[in-house]
């Protein structure tokens, strides 16, 4: 009996054992798997305020989420490609490298004229069937930004096809949105005379960034890039994308989709170009950056991001640089690449009206008088140019009258008209069509075309309808490309190279936002893609919240008048806009509004190249208030949307970044109205120092400049 009950005993505890052992091993291999779900990476900005987390599930998915100081900036959000005949389904996790990224650089024109850059980087490398895929996430104290290398393994082929990208940007669901919303141009209708259909393009300047809840994004809402949001209304993030010029890729824009109510904001290619079948890519490939310029509004208005990115890249040189001789290596110190302000008369006189010497004569003499540097030609300006005495069109004929242009010692031809220029000191800025302009888009065409330009004396070119709006001259073709399809990225690239050969600086319109381009191509010294003072419908709010987005992300061609021509703004909001818009400003309106007494000495002190800019306070669709530093001067502006008439902003700033000394200037406000129904100046004496403070009571749509010199 006592042996039966041992051997029972000796079965109970082999049993046991084998459920311990069972157990154990089971333990052992859940945690193996939880090991393998949860493959994790940190990375944190230098001073330890963001941090990013990357992770790979089980199913070789990858994803990210950002923290700002404790606060969530993004949910679990989908990093990636995907690739034609790689799904990317077995991906493993090779390797990892960690490196400080830092530097400095010098800016010709931009918000800060000295930058220092200053990130921690994570490389991650994964192996799939066929690719080497390497994410770059970085961490700045201002912000993140990732992007990818994608590789043959062993350097089997040196192509792919990048079927879709799937970084997203998943919101925290109490985020409050401010965007611009992708739709076709509202009220352009472009057929293709071809297929007899029409044509999607899109133009950045025709769209305003207005307020949502993240709650209100629905499903398959698409929004271009900048986006800005804040997830608790302290932090904010303001996503783009940068180095897209000479990555071989297309621009891209953002979709939202929902899942569990989650809302996510999917990378995708931009609509409105021309190639059906975009994403084929030179390898190795290198994507453009995905950035998260985030921190409260001082630390996004103020960042740089965008083109700190790009590191202590050099400016573009040709490929037989060293073949050059030494003046001709000159050309690419840049030193040529003057920034000024430019004067313009479309906006008044508009396109017939720009065949006119008359006209220009008497623009040119007030740009000589004003210290401004460049005039600017627009369309139309080679038309019927032997026709120096003719007059313009009708419409403009009261204008004429008004600001006592005539014929009077207009210069006879063209090369008189330059050479009057000349002696003015005043630089040319010629309008040409960025495709048609150039039979669409030929190099050879487009090689002749600037070296006639140069040689007919101009300094710079205005290059217009970037996004393909127009069909070509013969009325039988569509641009072969358009928008940000990658062929035409490409001709930006080709057309900013060609130019700086001939030492013309340009400005972009009818174009794609800017991707911190200049930090290559410095002569790129303006850009549009706003919704700018050309279009009537634009309103102070719309104006204020492209300065919190838009404005962030590059030069702003918003071209601000002195008297507005609409009763939305009030002669003290126009006069601002020189002193809170970053890019070289062009001014339009009449000469008669122009020589408006009480901002003559304001306007001739414009700066262009900025020393420093500093954000002092504001609020999305309220209002915005800064400083900016050029030299021995500081100019403060400020404008005001205004909920309603009766309505009153209260600004309140400091003057603790003027330092040490004390300095007086001018304070420009509104005051009456005056007898054309717009807001006369009040021109008053100022004296600050930095322990003191500043308010004004602004009403609705207007705004004030304070121009300040040390004493």
């Not at 154990?24 to 990375?43: F, G, I, L, M, P």
């Not at 700002?68 to 959000?77: D, I, M, P, Q």
């Not at 800060?112 to 069937?129: G, I, K, N, P, R």
């Not at 799937?166 to 297929?195: E, H």
């Amino acid at each position: 009996m006592k042996k039966v009950f041992m051997y029972v005993c000796l079965a109970l505890l082999a049993v046991s054992l084998t459920f311990v052992f069972v157990a154990c091993n089971n333990n052992a291999d859940t945690e193996a798997k939880e090991a393998v779900e949860t493959q994790s990476w940190q990375v944190a900005s230098p001073d330890g305020s963001i941090k990013v987390d990357i992770g790979m599930d089980s199913d070789s998915n990858l994803y990210c989420s950002v923290a700002k100081g404790g606060v969530a900036v993004l949910a679990k959000s989908p990093l990636g490609l995907q690739v034609r005949d790689d799904d990317f389904g077995l991906l493993t996790f090779e390797k990892k490298a960690q490196r400080r990224v830092q530097g400095s650089y010098s800016n010709i024109t931009g918000k800060h004229a000295q930058v220092d850059y200053d990130a921690m980087e994570l490389q991650l490398t994964f192996e799939s069937y066929k690719y080497v895929l390497d994410v770059f996430v970085r961490a700045y104290d201002d912000g993140y930004a990732l992007r990818y290398k994608l590789d043959a393994i062993d350097g089997k082929f040196d192509q792919a096809k990048i079927e879709s990208e799937l970084t997203s940007f998943a919101l925290p669901s109490s985020s409050l949105v401010w965007r611009q919303s992708y739709a076709p141009d509202g009220g352009i209708v472009v057929i293709d005379p071809l297929k007899n259909e029409n044509i999607d393009t899109f133009s950045y300047e025709n769209g305003s960034y207005n307020y949502v809840p993240a709650s209100g994004i629905d499903s398959g809402s698409q929004i271009v890039f900048p986006v800005l949001y804040s997830p608790d209304g302290d932090v904010y993030s303001l996503l783009t994308e940068s180095e897209l010029v000479g990555s071989g890729f297309y621009g891209s824009m953002l979709q939202a989709t929902r899942d569990d109510d989650q809302l996510k904001l999917q990378t995708v290619p931009m609509a409105g170009g021309s190639i059906e079948d975009d994403g084929y890519v030179s390898l190795p490939f290198t994507s453009p950056w995905r950035v998260g310029i985030t921190g409260d509004l001082a630390t996004v208005t103020e960042s740089e991001l965008v083109e700190k990115v790009y590191d202590d890249a050099e400016y573009w040189k040709p490929d037989n640089y060293d073949e050059l001789s030494a003046e001709e290596q000159e050309i690419y110190d840049y030193e040529w690449v003057d920034p000024g302000v430019t004067c313009w008369s479309w906006i008044v006189y508009r396109a017939k009206d720009q065949k006119n010497y008359a006209i220009h004569t008497a623009y040119l003499d007030k740009c000589a008088e004003m210290g401004w540097k460049y005039l600017l030609l627009d369309g139309s300006w080679e038309s019927d140019y032997n026709i120096s005495d003719q007059l313009a069109d009708s419409n403009s004929k009261g204008n004429l009258q008004q600001d006592g242009i005539t014929t009077d010692g207009v210069p006879a031809n063209w090369d008189a008209f330059v050479r009057y220029a000349n002696q003015k000191g005043i630089k040319l800025i010629v309008w040409g069509d960025a495709i048609r302009s150039f039979a669409n888009a030929d190099y050879n065409v487009m090689c002749n075309t600037l070296d006639k330009w140069k040689a007919m004396g101009a300094s710079g070119i205005k290059l217009d309808f970037w996004n393909g709006e127009r069909e070509m001259d013969d009325g039988h073709q569509m641009p072969t490309h358009r928008g940000e399809d990658s062929k035409n990225m490409e001709w930006y690239e080709t057309v900013y190279q060609e130019c700086a050969k001939r030492q013309l600086i340009v400005n972009c319109h009818g174009c794609n936002k800017p991707t911190g381009e200049r930090r290559v191509y410095p002569n790129v010294v303006n850009r549009e893609a706003i919704y700018g003072a050309e279009k009537s419908a634009v309103s102070a709010r719309d104006v204020v919240n492209e300065l919190f987005t838009r404005n962030v992300i590059g030069p702003s061609d918003f071209t601000p008048l002195v008297k507005p021509m609409q009763h939305r703004f009030t002669t003290g909001f126009m006069i601002a806009l020189p002193f809170l818009f970053e890019g070289m400003t062009t001014v339009g309106d009449t000469l008669t509004n122009l020589r408006y007494e009480p901002i003559q000495d304001l306007y001739k002190a414009i700066p262009t190249a900025r020393d420093d800019t500093k954000f002092l306070c504001g609020a999305l669709d309220e209002y915005y208030c800064q400083a900016v530093r050029c030299g021995d001067s500081w100019f403060v502006a400020g404008v005001n949307s205004g909920l309603d008439a009766t309505s009153v902003c209260k600004v309140k700033f400091d003057f603790s970044f003027l330092g040490e000394g004390n300095w007086s200037g001018w304070l420009y406000k509104d005051g009456a109205m005056g007898a054309d129904q717009k807001n006369e100046i009040d021109k008053t004496a100022v004296q600050y120092a930095s322990s003191d403070s500043f308010n004004i009571d602004l009403g609705q749509n207007s705004g004030f400049v304070i121009y300040l010199t040390k004493n």
